[in-house]
Structure formats: C-alpha cells, structure tokens
T-cell receptor, first 114, second 115 residues
Framework: NAGVTQTPKFRILKIGQSMTLQCTQD?????MYWYRQDPGMGLKLIYY???????DKGEVPNGYNVSRSTTEDFPLRLELAAPSQTSVYFC?????????????FGDGTRLSIL | AQSVSQHNHHVILSEAASLELGCNYS??????LFWYVQYPGQHLQLLLK??????LVKGIKGFEAEFIKSKFSFNLRKPSVQWSDTAEYFC?????????????FGKGTKLSVKP
C-alpha cells in the first residue's frame, strides 16, 4: 500500500539551479495536485492535473512547471530556483475531482534554496 | 473567492482537556468540508469530512465536527485529548459542483498536548 510516493525527501539547491520533484501514485487516481506549505500559511495549490496529458495552474504556479505523461506520475519542475521557493512540497491525488473525493497526500519534499 | 479561517494559531492543552478548534469559511454556495491532521514529520491525513446529511460528523480517533450552515462554521472537537493528538490541524473546503477537486486550506492550528 504505497499510496503517494514523493522523492527526494530533502534537498538543498543553490540559487539558479534546477530540479525535478518526483511524485507517483499507485491507486490509479485520475487527479493529482502539487501544494507548497509555508510556515503559518497553510497549503497553497501550485498545479493540478485531471488526467494524463492535462494540467492546469493553481493559486501559485509562477516558477514551476509540471507534466503528466502517465496516470501514475506527476513531476514538478523548478527551472531557476529562487529563495522564495524554499518550502515543503506535497503531492496529492484523488480518484476524481467530484466533491466528495478526499485527497491522499505524500510525505512531502523539504526544499531549501540557498 | 473561497477562503478558510482558522482562528487559533497554536493551542496548548493538558491531557484529558476538551478541544475545540474553530474553522470558518467564506463561500455563498454549497460546500464540502474537511479536517486534515499532520503529525510531526508526517503527511496530511484525513480526519473527517462533511458532504451532506447529519451536520455532526464523526471521524477517526474520537474527533468530531459540527457543520453550522448559518455560521459558515465547521469546528473540530474532541472531549478528551491525548498526548498523541499533538499535531497540526487543517480545515479545508471545496465548492460543491466544482470539477477540479482542489481544496482551499486554512492556515492550520498547531495543537500541543502536555502529558
């Protein structure tokens, strides 16, 4: 019962570097989400996907890109890391986007940009 | 736009004390409501959810929440907390009829339970 798996768990980047945060789920969920969690700020939606090949922006998409080539995987890419992107990133999935489907979360990736 | 307010940033209780965490949302239409819990170093887990029916919802680990439509509130309660309830609690809402399924989260309430 892996659920939602995120890698890496921790990463330190230098300003201007790029990296990809990986997210995979084994529940055959159509909907996947990326959130960032900043202290005292709750979770903010970065991007989401309603199925393979379909992605859309959330509340805070600037500086990020996503792709969804398969149902299982939803990687998040940072092209030019900036200190403002220091945060904890959570990937989540749900079976559908209808109202009553709870989201299942991964363990998070703690990212520091120095 | 939808928003969620959690009134308490940090709550400190002794074991066996009763708990009530406030959550209010702003949205004129029908909503679905959730409480998630995040234990230290872990991912968010669903505590309970409300979609329709009985406004008093029971979740895992003895938690319950009451939806009061007239007050736009969905407060979380537990009669007697334990040290193991130390965690951060997030209230979340999504609009009924939305197709994206994306949740709007409150800023969270950190609960510390003293043994």
């Amino acid at each position: 019962n892996a659920g939602v798996t995120q890698t890496p768990k921790f990463r330190i980047l230098k300003i201007g570097q790029s990296m990809t945060l990986q997210c995979t789920q084994d529940m055959n969920h159509n909907y996947m989400y990326w959130y960032r969690q900043d202290p005292g700020m709750g979770l903010k939606l970065i991007y989401y996907s309603v199925g393979a090949g379909i992605t859309d922006k959330g509340e805070v998409p600037n500086g990020y890109n996503v792709s969804r080539s398969t149902t299982e995987d939803f990687p998040l890419r940072l092209e030019l890391a900036a200190p403002s992107q220091t945060s904890v990133y959570f990937c989540a999935s749900s079976r559908s986007g209808t109202d009553n489907q709870p989201q299942h979360f991964g363990d998070g990736t703690r990212l520091s940009i120095l | 736009a939808q928003s969620v307010s959690q009134h308490n940033h940090h709550v400190i209780l002794s074991e066996a004390a009763s708990l009530e965490l406030g959550c209010n949302y702003s949205y004129g239409g029908t909503v679905n409501l959730f409480w998630y819990v995040q234990y230290p170093g872990q991912h968010l887990q669903l505590l309970l959810k409300y979609f329709s029916g009985d406004p008093l919802v029971k979740g895992i680990k003895g938690f319950e929440a009451e939806f009061i439509k007239s007050k736009f509130s969905f407060n979380l309660r537990k009669p007697s907390v334990q040290w193991s309830d130390t965690a951060e609690y997030f209230c979340a809402v999504n609009a009924r009829g939305g197709s994206q399924g994306n949740l709007i989260f409150g800023k969270g309430t950190k609960l510390s339970v003293k043994p």
